[in-house]
């Protein structure tokens, strides 16, 4: 499912968790007035009993931006190292540039098998 992030459609999320195999989280890197809203809802969504353990995959979009905060300070600042039970990964794209997300989703599929 691709789900927006607008903050009306979150209460809809988790219509989407049964059944989900891995959860992708996509972050403005160049947003960093949002990375505490972006943490909060990351670390909620994590919590729910229906995506324990499932891999995560946070993609730090808009890195082609001339402002993009780095991958280890937005990693920080949601607090990845604070998520111990499942993988995760983060990876570094540009969707605009195409960069970053066949490796990103190789990623993805590899914990999936």
């Given at each position: 499912?691709?789900?927006?992030?607008?903050s009306q459609?979150?209460?809809?999320?988790?219509l989407?968790?049964?059944?989900?195999?891995?959860?992708?989280?996509?972050?403005?890197?160049?947003?960093?007035?949002r990375?505490?809203?972006?943490?909060?809802?990351?670390?909620?969504?994590?919590?729910?009993?229906?995506?324990k353990?499932?891999?995560?995959?946070?993609?730090?979009?808009?890195?082609?931006?001339?402002?993009?905060e780095?991958?280890?300070s937005?990693?920080?600042?949601?607090?990845?190292?604070?998520?111990?039970?499942?993988?995760?990964?983060?990876?570094?794209?540009?969707?605009?540039?195409?960069?970053?997300?066949n490796?990103?989703?190789?990623?993805?599929?590899?914990?999936?098998?």
């Amino acid at each position: 499912w691709d789900l927006g992030g607008q903050s009306q459609i979150r209460t809809f999320w988790r219509l989407y968790y049964s059944k989900t195999d891995g959860v992708v989280f996509v972050v403005d890197a160049s947003d960093k007035a949002r990375f505490s809203i972006a943490r909060q809802e990351l670390h909620g969504v994590l919590n729910e009993a229906d995506l324990k353990g499932i891999p995560l995959l946070v993609f730090a979009n808009k890195m082609d931006m001339k402002d993009a905060e780095p991958v280890t300070s937005i990693s920080q600042q949601l607090q990845l190292h604070l998520v111990r039970d499942r993988p995760w990964s983060i990876q570094a794209c540009s969707v605009l540039e195409g960069n970053g997300i066949n490796e990103g989703f190789n990623w993805l599929t590899s914990q999936l098998k």
